[in-house]
């Protein structure tokens, strides 16, 4: 099992940063990759970005706004969140893949509003 606690979330006006982290505890070695994904109200839950060996991919409507980092030494997995927009808003989720299984914390609100 793998426990994965997200933190970092809250209120930022358009164009500002938040930096959100994600812990992850129990069996973590033989974590193949860790991502973050959000979900809106009424919306489904996408996709934001992934980390996996090193290599990095990202939603294109985030692409040059956000940035997903590991510390494998703290296993926390961190997404930068740059020049936001009220669209951003939406509870952050972090998940991991390990063999066949898949992880998600409880999620992080994020609010861009002025």
């Known amino acids: 099992q793998v426990q994965l606690v997200e933190s970092g979330g809250g209120l930022v006006q358009p164009g500002g940063s938040l930096r959100l982290s994600c812990v992850a505890s129990?069996?973590?070695?033989?974590?193949?990759?860790m991502d973050w994904s959000r979900q809106a109200p009424g919306k489904q839950r996408e996709l934001v970005a992934r980390?996996?060996?090193?290599?990095?991919n990202y939603a294109e409507f985030v692409k040059g706004r956000f940035t997903i980092s590991r510390d494998n030494a703290k296993n926390t997995v961190y997404l930068q969140m740059d020049s936001l927009k009220p669209e951003d808003t939406a509870v952050y989720y972090c998940?991991?893949?390990?063999?066949?299984?898949?992880?998600w914390g409880q999620g992080t609100q994020v609010t861009v509003s002025s």
């Open positions: 998940g991991a893949v390990r063999g066949i299984n898949n992880y």
């Open positions: 129990g069996s973590t070695s033989g974590i193949n990759a």
């Open positions: 980390i996996a060996r090193g290599v990095t």
